[in-house]
């Protein structure tokens, strides 16, 4: 290996290790954490939504549809509700009701659970609640799988779907499993419908029932949206001369002005803050906050573990 290049590698590892070692020291300093989640850190936890987990339990609709991926099928088209519905129960169960493959949101709570800290973010999945985080110090921006709405919708309320959803997955010929997957039996081949009886309706107006997530203008905010953005709201303000953390794990520039611009204008109004943005091929501090940064272009399940250790 050209010696030039040896010692690239090295001043790039030496480099990503040095800025885990300044990360640590200011999670050590802060009083207060506020964690800005985004897709990134789930992926990193192996929610992924191509490969072995889309095989395992979409091939029937591969094989009929050739999506790719689980978005694809998400936004596809259905001819029936009944067929709808089967593929998002699966969607749902696996991305909502199932654990990672990998521990990594209870890894992250290990690091702050000590701590005055807060949770904003665009995930769905709830896997902060899953993995042991206080509810009350959740925000969910955008929604949560484990909810459906009135598609049209009529009114502001949401419904929680852990039942239903489970009954639509064994209609289709699934099995649960004692570690909360489901299985096919042997010799058993997946129904891609479910029977009208089990069509989510809306109780109020009897359109169907959609999912609980921001797609458009029908994403309804009920009542405990609006509490957990008060809530962080006020812990935003009631913080705003403390020594603040302000950790981005996985956040992309999707919908930037939810996380990554508000972290960025808030440390710039609190000399005292620190912000950090982890995340693999997009991490980035701008030059008005440079001096109180740590910009880590790393996999967030790779930096958390290197934490740990170092703790």
Known sequence: MNML?????????????????????????AETVVIGAGAGLSTAAGFTYSGERFHTYFQDFVEKYHFRDMYSGGFFSYETLNEHWAYWSRYIYINRYMNPPK????ELFRLVKDKDYFVI??????CFQKAGFDKKRLYYTQGDYGLFQCSKPCHE??????ETICE???????????????????GVTA???IPDELIP????????????????????????WYQAAGRYELFLERHQNAKVLFLELGVGYNTPAIIKFVFHRLTKNNRLSTYACINYGEAYAPAEI?????????DAGEVIEALLRQA
């Open 191 to 193: 129904r891609m419908w």
């Open 5 to 29: 290049l040896r010692k690239s590698k090295k001043q790039k590892t030496e480099n990503k290790t040095d800025k885990i070692t300044a990360l640590r020291q200011a999670l050590k300093q």
């Open 201 to 224: 309706r809306c109780p109020k107006c009897g359109e169907p029932m959609s999912m609980n997530l921001r797609a458009d203008d029908t994403f309804v905010q009920d009542e405990g």
């Open 103 to 106: 521990p990594l949101y209870q």
């Open 168 to 186: 639509m997955i064994k209609a289709q010929g699934w099995q649960m499993g004692a570690d909360n997957r489901f299985y096919l039996p042997d």
């Open 290 to 298: 440079a001096d109180r940064s740590i910009v880590i272009n790393a």
């Open 121 to 126: 973010t665009t995930n769905v999945d709830h």
């Open 157 to 162: 309320e949401t419904y929680d779907n852990a």
